[in-house]
């Protein structure tokens, strides 16, 4: 099986495509932390009426969010998550915790997860949803799934990078979703998960995901300043450099983990998923339970409180 076909057959990349640029992925992660008017996200991620309105067109389309009016009678509108949008709640635990030890770690997280169970600021351990055992990148096993060879998959995914937005109300900074920035586009992805799948030098990444030189070459200087991929030169002349996964990007894989256990359940083929998924420990199908880092129990969405350290 080859590694682009694991990677575009995946359902991480059917996720994606339904919600993966860059402005829908910070309207959700911003729909966790309660926002649910146009005003709210256009003056906090600084977009533009026109993408914000687009957006939130594709989103009710999709059965991920749902529009009502703020009140009986009235004209004005708030878009709530429905059961479609709200079941993305571990991958937005998995994002808040990644950001808050890994681009946070030396200040504080602009967002404070509060467990209202035990009163203190949360961030979640994923475990197994059978024994309990650590979920991550080296305890979990992949195999093809019944639903793979339904799975019709584009080869040529788009290149351009979505600018980070410059100006007064666009600090993304002040807010969850940082790792939009360095994961930056699709092409960022597909490396990263080619990389996941022991792809560590150019050409192999060029011959495995068919990308142009010149793009391949921006993202993975991109990846390596941002810490993602360490290069390590492998021969002196002319220069060659493997591409290393880094801690960094280790502790970012239930990132598209969740993202992945949200598509199987919700983007799968009418015979099943793409990918059956397996826990090492215990040999079961994989499934997670967030937990509180304080108290041991479930995070539920009803008892966390995302609160804004500065106001929005």
């Known amino acids: 099986m080859a590694i682009e ?10 996720a994606l495509d339904l919600i993966g640029d860059r402005w829908t992925l910070l309207i959700l992660l911003s729909a ?21 309105s687009n957006r939130l067109k594709r989103l009710i389309e999709r059965g991920i969010l749902e529009q009502q ?54 961030s979640a351990n994923f475990v197994c949803g059978h024994c309990d055992g650590r979920i991550g990148y080296y305890s979990i096993r992949i195999e093809r799934g019944p639903g793979y060879d339904a799975i019709s998959v584009d080869t040529a995914p788009g290149s351009r990078r979505t600018k980070t ?6 600090n993304d900074t002040r807010h969850i979703g ?5 994961i930056g586009d699709r092409w960022s992805f597909l490396i990263i998960s080619a990389a996941y799948f022991g792809v560590t030098r150019f050409d192999d990444f060029q011959s495995q995901l068919h990308i142009a030189t010149n793009i391949l070459s921006d993202r993975l200087r991109r990846l390596a300043d941002d810490g993602m991929l360490a290069r390590n030169r492998y021969r002196e002349k002319p220069a060659r450099y493997e591409y290393i996964l880094t801690e960094k990007n280790i502790a970012f894989y239930q990132v598209p983990l969740m993202l992945a256990l949200w598509g199987d359940q919700w983007l799968p083929s009418d015979v099943g998923p793409a990918f059956l998924r397996f826990h090492d420990h215990c040999g ?15 995070l539920e969405r009803a008892d966390i409180d995302f609160e804004s350290v500065d106001e929005f």
């Open 165 to 170: 937005p410059d100006g007064p109300g666009a």
């Open 69 to 122: 009016p703020v009140e009986a009678g009235s004209r004005r509108q708030r878009y709530t998550l429905t059961e479609m949008g709200s079941d993305l709640f571990n991958w937005a635990l998995a994002v808040w915790s990644w950001e808050r030890n890994w681009v946070y770690r030396d200040t504080h997280h602009p967002v404070r997860l509060l467990h209202k169970t035990c009163g203190h600021s949360t």
């Open 284 to 298: 079961k199908n994989v499934t997670v339970k967030p937990l509180c880092n304080h108290c041991g129990d479930i």
């Open 178 to 182: 940082r790792f939009v920035d360095i």
């Open 5 to 14: 076909d694991r990677i575009l057959k995946g359902s991480v990349r059917r």
């Open 32 to 52: 966790f932390c309660g926002v649910q008017r146009f005003d709210e996200w256009k003056s906090l991620h600084g977009i533009s009426p026109s993408i914000l």
